[in-house]
């Protein structure tokens, strides 16, 4: 039966790269509603890629942006498995850093370059692509699943919720699969058991009602951008650490066999300056750069505006300054709590000439999967067979937060089994996926459905 799903993958290679560029072109970019066509577009392209394989698939109106739902038949005696993806992409400034358009993908060094190549486009697709293996060489699967691929990921997720809640009973299934994180290292596969969540808010400070001359007035009159630029301050300090009293309250810390198991993966915190372009690195006091990035609550400034931009110089005292600034949360740390505080102690740094609206953009909360979850042996399994080795367990710092809503809301699991590489440029111009990592994504997918039938059945 391998024989012949194998010789499938290897003679269907070239057109399951043509699909994925073709995949590429679309520019569904979730956030910039002047793309809310292409958005649609990239839901068709996905519903079409199940009908043809014969699965039940609806493209679901939300508030927002659509959402695909799949399925193929239930499978009597063997578990379902929801897989999760997403078809929307980031937005693609700052665009003359691209080498080539952003949604004219082009081959090179054995990549695919495009934006939503890694993320998530070429990752989910691979699920796609081994259930087509399947469909066409054996007639049909080892176990029953449900696609969820929703198109409003990089946006918030804002829809996704109130679709699970609503067909929650639909949606029954005994563990999710995500492919949107990355290996290890491009030499080492993983499975990822840990991921960070996210808050994220804007601060939005007025002063004076007009911008005002700095020379006439500056001195007497609070400026927003000097304010602006304290009260940002005050959230962290020299070593690190958030400064928003109980912050920390909540956070789980790592335990010592955690951090002995960060501390054996072979991390080359050399390669890993030389491929950011620093010289040096930085995080808080006590903690290794594996410690900080996946398991350490962080808070990072990602836009700040006011005053004068142009050319040359101008004596200006603005009238208004803004932020958008997040912080990435750890166990088990709670979104809306820190929320609270966070607007709290913003208030006490506010001085009195200054007005401030504090922006909740929302907020995901991190996941730890155990790692004596029933299928997490089958995922390995089918990763050993796809990458040729075995993987290794590594948390990440992104996050993705219907995790956990799936365990909230359909009391399951899920299994982040990542084909992207750190150094793929995820967000970043020049977005890239490797095609071998494409191809050994869709054999561990092809195997991971029948890891899962086997260990199911010698379970009972
Ligand atoms: N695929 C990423 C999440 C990710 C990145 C997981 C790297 C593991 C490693 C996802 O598309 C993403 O970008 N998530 C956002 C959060 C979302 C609410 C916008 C993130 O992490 O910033
Ligand atoms: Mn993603
Ligand atoms: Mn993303």
Known sequence: MFDKLETYLEANKARFEEELIDFLKIASISTDSDFATEVRKGARWVHDQFTQLGLT???VE?????IVYAESPPVVGAPTVLVYGHYDVQPTDPLEEWE?????????NG????RGATDDKGQMLTHIKSTEAWIQTIGKLPIQLKFVIEGEEESGSENLRPFLEARKERLAADIAVISDSSQFSATQPAITYGLRGLAYFELLLTGPNRDLHSGTFGGAITNPINTLTKMLAALGDSAGRVQIPGFYDEVLPLSNKERR?????????????????VKGLSGEEGYSTLERRWARPTFDINGIWGGYQGKGAKTV????????FSFRLVPNQQGDRIAQRLEQFLKT?????IQMELVNHGHGNSVVVPLENRFMAAAADAIEQGFGKPPVYIREGGSIPVVSDLTEILAIDTL??????????????NEKFNLADFHKGIKSSLYLWHEIAQKSAASI
């Open 317 to 324: 005292l603005p009238a208004k300054a803004g932020a958008k």
């Open 100 to 108: 080539s358009p952003p949604f004219e993908p082009v081959r090179k």
């Open 57 to 59: 698939s609806e493209i």
């Open 416 to 429: 982040l089994l990542g084909w992207g590489r750190d150094d793929d440029n995820t967000h970043s111009p």
């Open 62 to 66: 939300t508030e927002g942006h659509p």
């Open 261 to 277: 198991q960060f501390a054996d993966l072979a991390f080359d915190e050399q390669a890993f300056k030389k491929q950011l372009g």
């Open 349 to 353: 740094l506010l001085p009195s000439g």
């Open 111 to 114: 990549n695919i370059v495009a």
